[in-house]
C-alpha cells in the first residue's frame, strides 16, 4: 500500500507549482518550491492536515517569484534543503547528485538537472518526479540566464529524466497553459522541445531563435532567493 500523499498547490501571480508530500500513517512531510505570498495558504493547510513539515526543498533558485523558505522555516523548524551547485546562503541541507533521503519509508533521490540554471535539481520518490524548471509538460525552461545551458538542460532531460519509466507522473514547478501533470512516456513522444525525435542540434538551433521577456521579479526575487527568501 503507498501511504505517500501529494498535495499541488497553486500560485496565480507566478503561475507556480507548489507541491506538499506527507507521509499518512506519521504525517511527516516535505513542501517543494513555496511561494513567499502564499505561506500563510501553505501553513494552514499543513495545519489543517495534521502534519509536522520537516523538509523545505527547492528546485532551484527562482527568478520568478520570492520563495517561501525562510518564512516557513521560522514557523515550522523545518530544514531548507538546495541542490549542492546553487551557491545559496542560508540553507540547512545542500544535497549533492543522487543524495538518497528518507521520507519515513519513502525514499527520495535528488537529481542534479543543470541547465536553465547551473544549480537545478529534480526530486524522484515512488513513481513520480517533480522536475522544477528543467522538463516542463510539453516544454522546458528558458537557458538565457543565471549560468543557463541549453546544451546542459537538454543532456539533462534526456540522459538522467527520461531514464525513469514512462509511467512516471511528471510534476513541473510551472504551468501556462492549465495543465496539472503529465507523464515521462507521454513526455518522449510529445515534448515539442526534447521528445524522442529532435535531435541535439535541433535543440540548440531551436533556443538560439527564441527572445523570451525578461523576467519581471527577477531584479528582485534572486538575490532574495539566494539568500532563501530573506528579503
Same mark, same amino acid.
Given at each position: 500500500?503507498?501511504?505517500?500523499? $501529494?498535495?499541488?498547490?497553486?500560485?496565480?501571480?507566478?503561475?507556480?507549482? /507548489? %507541491?506538499?508530500?506527507?507521509?499518512?500513517?506519521?504525517?511527516?512531510?516535505?513542501?517543494? +518550491?513555496?511561494?513567499?505570498?502564499?505561506?500563510?495558504?501553505?501553513?494552514?493547510?499543513?495545519?489543517?492536515?495534521?502534519?509536522?513539515?520537516?523538509?523545505?526543498?527547492?528546485?532551484? #533558485?527562482?527568478?520568478?517569484?520570492? /520563495?517561501?523558505?525562510?518564512?516557513?522555516?521560522?514557523?515550522?523548524?523545518?530544514?531548507?534543503? %538546495?541542490?549542492?551547485?546553487?551557491? #545559496?546562503?542560508?540553507? +540547512?541541507?545542500?544535497?549533492? +547528485?543522487?543524495?538518497?533521503?528518507?521520507?519515513?519509508?519513502?525514499?527520495?533521490?535528488?537529481?542534479? /538537472?543543470?541547465?536553465?540554471?547551473?544549480?537545478?535539481?529534480?526530486?524522484?520518490?515512488?513513481?513520480?518526479?517533480?522536475?522544477?524548471?528543467?522538463?516542463?509538460?510539453?516544454?522546458?525552461?528558458? /537557458?538565457?540566464?543565471?549560468?543557463?545551458?541549453?546544451?546542459? $538542460?537538454?543532456?539533462?532531460?534526456?540522459?538522467?529524466?527520461?531514464?525513469?519509466?514512462?509511467?512516471?507522473?511528471?510534476?513541473?514547478?510551472?504551468?501556462?497553459?492549465?495543465?496539472?501533470?503529465?507523464?515521462?512516456?507521454?513526455?518522449?513522444?510529445?515534448?515539442?522541445?526534447?521528445?524522442?525525435?529532435?535531435?541535439?542540434?535541433?535543440?540548440?538551433?531551436?533556443?538560439?531563435?527564441?527572445?523570451?521577456?525578461?523576467?519581471?521579479?527577477? +531584479?528582485?526575487? #534572486?538575490?532574495?532567493?539566494?539568500?532563501?527568501?530573506?528579503?
Amino acid at each position: 500500500m503507498n501511504d505517500l500523499k $501529494i498535495k499541488q498547490l497553486f500560485d496565480y501571480d507566478s503561475w507556480t507549482y /507548489t %507541491y506538499l508530500l506527507w507521509d499518512e500513517g506519521t504525517k511527516n512531510s516535505i513542501i517543494i +518550491d513555496p511561494v513567499f505570498e502564499q505561506s500563510d495558504r501553505d501553513l494552514s493547510v499543513i495545519k489543517k492536515l495534521g502534519l509536522n513539515l520537516l523538509y523545505i526543498f527547492e528546485t532551484h #533558485v527562482h527568478a520568478d517569484h520570492i /520563495t517561501g523558505a525562510s518564512n516557513l522555516k521560522e514557523k515550522t523548524r523545518a530544514k531548507i534543503c %538546495y541542490g549542492s551547485k546553487t551557491g #545559496v546562503d542560508g540553507a +540547512d541541507i545542500f544535497f549533492e +547528485d543522487g543524495y538518497k533521503l528518507n521520507l519515513d519509508n519513502h525514499e527520495i533521490f535528488v537529481i542534479h /538537472t543543470p541547465g536553465h540554471t547551473s544549480g537545478c535539481v529534480c526530486y524522484y520518490v515512488k513513481g513520480y518526479i517533480f522536475t522544477g524548471d528543467t522538463l516542463f509538460i510539453e516544454g522546458t525552461g528558458r /537557458t538565457d540566464f543565471q549560468e543557463g545551458s541549453s546544451n546542459d $538542460i537538454y543532456d539533462s532531460v534526456k540522459n538522467k529524466i527520461f531514464k525513469y519509466p514512462d509511467e512516471t507522473i511528471v510534476y513541473p514547478c510551472h504551468n501556462y497553459k492549465g495543465f496539472l501533470s503529465s507523464t515521462i512516456g507521454y513526455e518522449k513522444k510529445f515534448n515539442p522541445n526534447v521528445g524522442n525525435n529532435i535531435s541535439k542540434k535541433e535543440f540548440l538551433e531551436n533556443e538560439r531563435k527564441k527572445n523570451r521577456p525578461y523576467p519581471k521579479k527577477f +531584479d528582485t526575487a #534572486v538575490p532574495a532567493n539566494l539568500k532563501c527568501g530573506k528579503t
